[in-house]
């Protein structure tokens, strides 16, 4: 089974999470996965992407069997699309999962949708759940991350974590809904409001900081020029670097 399943519904993207038996826990290949199929949207002529998921849950978190590199499949970190992302979620929203949701431009919430960062539960953390601080009150954003308590859909809306609440199985057609409307708007103004909002407004915590400069050294590392440097210093030879 593909552990993402990719559709297109006219100048919308669909991009699903496909692990229902593991209640999608994001393996390293969901993350490189969403990371890729992220970039190949962002250069496609869609002009909007639905993060979703197939099943009864969102995700259950991080597979502890497989580990991921869990900042490639977070929106504005990993994901770095300038055009607009709304993750449609239900079930159970679990560690990075809450991550996912809060980093989205919007959020779509099933009424049976439970969000739950449990990390203060089990003495570990990985930072990137701060970020929820800069994006809705810092109150309830403590009150996620401090006491670990299950939230529910209709608290998230309160909190403004969640745009939208609908029944159970229509979190991905009100999203797509959502996303169309986005498609017919002016797509330079809302590439430079997103630009504007994530650059200069939004604050970045330590991790996404962190997580950011790996993204960038790892394009430079796995570049052609890098490759060459390396060649040109063990042949005493000066490099012609290319940019790519």
Sequence with gaps: MDELIVRDDGPVRVISINRPQKLNALSNGVAKGLEQAFKEFDASSQKAAVLAAEGRSFTAGADINDLPEFWRCVPTVGITTDKPV????????????????????????ADDTTFWYPEATLGLTGGMICALAGRIPHKAAMEVMYLARKTSAQRAY?????????????QQESAIAMAHELSRLAPL?????????????????PAEIAASMTRDNLVITGSQDFQEGRAAFREKRAPQFTGT
């Design 158 to 170: 309160e909190m403004g974590l969640v745009n939208q609440v609908v029944p159970a199985g229509q």
């Design 189 to 205: 103004v809302l590439r430079s409001i997103k630009r504007i909002v994530n650059n200069h407004v939004l604050p970045k915590g």
């Design 86 to 109: 709304i993750a449609a979620v239900q079930g159970w929203c679990v560690g990075g999962g809450v991550v996912m949701a809060a980093m989205a431009d919007l959020c779509v919430a």
